[in-house]
T-cell receptor, first 113, second 116 residues
Framework: AQSVTQLGSHVSVSEGALVLLRCNYSSSVPPYLFWYVQYPNQGLQLLLKYTSAATLVKGINGFEAEFKKSETSFHLTKPSAHMSDAAEYFCAVTKNTGNQFYFGTGTSLTVIP | NAGVTQTPKFRVLKTGQSMTLLCAQDMNHEYMYWYRQDPGMGLRLIHYSVGEGTTAKGEVPDGYNVSRLKKQNFLLGLESAAPSQTSVYFC???????????????FGPGTRLTVL
């Protein structure tokens, strides 16, 4: 069963526009949540993570995400898209019962000049 | 620091052939992981290791074997390759594997494997 669901496998935004990438999790207890980015022909790198401290998490490159328990969501946002943000973004979760990561299917972000 | 490196970067196999993918990390991490990435399916965990000399199965372990003889190396083996194993393989490592894990995983650049 999928532990995280990423809505929208492809998202296109204009340069300078808001970036919103959606991630919903399924868990009976608050999980730990992560966003990773994968640039073309590279491995994944961590953007940010939620580990039950502040619900609004700031990451690298101007990205942030907000943990909303009532909505079981952890959406990734950036106020103004840059061409260099074009990449694939993965939401991931770890559960209290183990140390395995479960990745979403990914969202490919295209930034239009 | 080189971080996490993977060898080779590309490989083409014929059905039934065997091969070993090598992952090396120089960060003194305890935990290492092998994932496969397929279109529309994200990353799926094949096997992982919680320390030198240990291995454990992940979500999709069938058809693969692993070994962690040295802390810095994690090998992924395909004994008899099948076309269904055509994929991009990523190795990752993390400092620890606390339960639940909050440690960042550091990924290698990937190995693109095609099985004909």
């Amino acid at each position: 069963a999928q532990s995280v669901t990423q809505l929208g496998s492809h998202v296109s935004v204009s340069e300078g526009a808001l970036v919103l990438l959606r991630c919903n999790y399924s868990s009976s207890v608050p999980p730990y949540l992560f966003w990773y980015v994968q640039y073309p022909n590279q491995g994944l790198q961590l953007l940010l993570k939620y580990t039950s401290a502040a619900t609004l998490v700031k990451g690298i490159n101007g990205f942030e995400a907000e943990f909303k328990k009532s909505e079981t969501s952890f959406h990734l946002t950036k106020p103004s898209a840059h061409m260099s943000d074009a990449a694939e973004y993965f939401c991931a979760v770890t559960k209290n019962t183990g140390n395995q990561f479960y990745f979403g299917t990914g969202t490919s972000l295209t930034v239009i000049p | 620091n080189a971080g996490v490196t993977q060898t080779p970067k590309f490989r083409v196999l014929k059905t039934g052939q065997s091969m070993t993918l090598l992952c090396a990390q120089d960060m003194n991490h305890e935990y290492m992981y092998w994932y496969r990435q397929d279109p529309g399916m994200g990353l799926r965990l094949i096997h992982y290791s919680v320390g030198e000399g240990t291995t454990a199965k992940g979500e999709v372990p069938d058809g693969y074997n692993v070994s962690r003889l040295k802390k810095q190396n994690f090998l992924l083996g395909l004994e008899s390759a099948a076309p269904s194993q055509t994929s991009v393989y990523f190795c990752a490592s993390s400092y620890s594997g606390r339960v639940p894990s909050t440690d960042t995983q550091y990924f290698g650049p990937g190995t693109r494997l095609t099985v004909l």
